[in-house]
């Protein structure tokens, strides 16, 4: 969940600003103002000293709530998604652990898909290319499991 800290205007203060939730509000809405780029400038604690960073629109990070050492330390992270597959003859493993990562401030600009293939903790680091590829990869290997499931007679 992201939560942002801006300040809040709160209905009737300003002249401009009604009180869109109210009862006698017609339309409940939320506002967002996305920057052209699919960014956000949102506060982060670095030091306990609040600074403003961009933020991109898949992040969950409360930056301001995760106070780090370093500028070089505020990284953005989406969703993490994964699937539970079975071990032996009782047991689970969550695998194919995935989300989106980047660090911004540490020389690596672009964000990548950080995949956990096995669950055993170590992420690879996949380009959009490399990512898609491996989803391509996943497709094909789950249409050959289900024709070999299939193929298990009753
Ligand atoms: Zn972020």
Known sequence: MVATTRPK??????????NLSSPESRYRMTVAIPSPSGERLVPASVRG???HV???????VDHAAADEHHLEDV??????????APVGLTGSE???VAHVSQWPFSGETHPYLALDATGCGEFSELTKVQALAFADQLVAHAAQLRALAA????
């Not at 205007?9 to 009604?18: D, N, Q, V």
């Not at 990284?75 to 539970?84: C, E, P, R, V, Y």
């Not at 193929?151 to 009753?154: C, E, G, H, K, L």
């Open 9 to 18: 205007i709160e209905a009737g203060r300003h002249p401009l600003i009604k």
């Open 49 to 51: 000293q609040i600074v």
């Open 54 to 60: 961009s933020c991109p629109d898949w992040c969950v």
């Open 75 to 84: 990284s953005h992270l989406g969703k993490q998604l994964s699937m539970t």
């Open 94 to 96: 969550d695998v194919l």
């Open 151 to 154: 193929s298990i007679t009753d």
